[in-house]
Nanobody, 125 residues
Framework: QVQLVESGGGSVQAGGSLRLSCAASGYTYSSNCMGWFRQAPGKDLEGVAAIYTAGGSTYYADSVKGRFTISQDNAKNTVYLQMNSLKPEDTAMYYC??????????????????WGQGTQVTVSS
């Protein structure tokens, strides 16, 4: 059974940084893609970033380009989301997702097969 466990969320002031981690377990093979999503209260789930694990290609939402970086540590089966220059509008529950049915671009939430429970990020002004 595949499990994804996020960590690293918290509260930070605007302009600050956080690094989220997503540890994956239960795979008999490496996931083809891992991504981060976020959902703010009253808003839809938004794709933030994705990394295709074989070649390391990365994709980002326009709202986070230049501020967020997704990376992977294959030895630890862990994906990270480094978030810099945080803004109050980045406040949301952040979710990790893994394994897509179709490869290409920034996958939508419906394309992922596995999800974590989420970690809260709060950015104050």
């Amino acid at each position: 059974q595949v499990q994804l466990v996020e960590s690293g969320g918290g509260s930070v002031q605007a302009g600050g940084s956080l690094r989220l981690s997503c540890a994956a377990s239960g795979y008999t093979y490496s996931s083809n893609c891992m991504g981060w999503f976020r959902q703010a209260p009253g808003k839809d789930l938004e794709g933030v970033a994705a990394i295709y694990t074989a070649g390391g290609s990365t994709y980002y939402a326009d709202s986070v380009k230049g501020r967020f970086t997704i990376s992977q540590d294959n030895a630890k089966n862990t994906v990270y989301l480094q978030m810099n220059s945080l803004k109050p509008e980045d406040t949301a529950m952040y979710y990790c997702a893994a394994e897509v049915d179709r490869i290409g671009g920034l996958p939508g939430p419906g394309q992922y097969n596995y999800w974590g429970q989420g970690t809260q990020v709060t950015v104050s002004s």
